[in-house]
Nanobody, 116 residues
Framework: QVQLVESGGGLVQPGGSLRLSCAAS????????MAWYRQAPGKQRDLVAR???????GYAESVKGRFTISRDNAKNTVYLQMNSLDPGAPAVYYC??????????WGQGTQVTVSS
């Protein structure tokens, strides 16, 4: 399994932007499907965006057109560009890595608060 470290969270005003990063350990990052999840207090952890090892991408309906997931295999990093952020309860964004036969790895999360 890989170790994942998220960064880039913080406080942003409604309508603003943030870019989250998730750095992975090791040299086999390129074989992993990667995803971003978010979890608000008292809520379940929901999928936000995913990108396969081959580069196929999917988004939750609520973020389509506003969020962009990307990966840089040379840097062992996956990104989540978030634009036009909506105000709401603070959420922790988690990075996840998945590879068939290996299982899932999770980062520790990074908090995002959208508030004026």
């Amino acid at each position: 399994q890989v170790q994942l470290v998220e960064s880039g969270g913080g406080l942003v005003q409604p309508g603003g932007s943030l870019r989250l990063s998730c750095a992975a350990s090791g040299n086999i990052f390129r074989f992993y499907a990667m995803a971003w999840y978010r979890q608000a207090p008292g809520k379940q952890r929901d999928l936000v965006a995913r990108i396969t090892a081959g580069g196929s991408i999917g988004y939750a309906e609520s973020v389509k057109g506003r969020f962009t997931i990307s990966r840089d295999n040379a840097k062992n990093t996956v990104y989540l560009q978030m634009n036009s952020l909506d105000p709401g309860a603070p959420a922790v964004y988690y990075c996840a890595a998945r590879r068939t036969g290996v299982g899932d790895s999770w980062g520790q999360g990074t908090q995002v608060t959208v508030s004026s």
